[in-house]
């Protein structure tokens, strides 16, 4: 199992541009096979921090997601509105 996170720093003014974009590549996403959960979330301590935490049955399944439509679709629109990059870090689960 895999663990995904994805942060990101959204700017208060553009975040009504980006959450709906966020909540179209939640919708395709939650649908696809081995997806066991994907949620977008935000620091509780800051105005721009944000995070897509994800869990993947396996890297195969995960891999699939990084070449689906939607996600190829809709992250460089995402990554166009952030502030700098988006952060990518995968976590093999052990326990």
Do not use: R
């Amino acid at each position: 199992m895999l663990k995904v996170v994805a942060t990101m720093q959204i700017a208060p003014e553009v975040k009504g541009d980006v959450t709906p974009l966020i909540e179209k590549l939640v919708a395709a996403t939650v649908q696809e096979e081995g997806c066991i959960n994907y949620n977008f979330c935000k620091l509780t301590e800051s105005a721009e921090a944000y995070a897509i935490i994800e869990t993947w049955e396996n890297a195969e399944t995960l891999d699939v997601h990084g070449k689906s439509a939607h996600f190829t679709e809709l992250i460089p629109q995402i990554a166009e509105l952030v502030i700098g990059e988006i952060d990518i870090a995968v976590f093999e689960v052990l326990i």
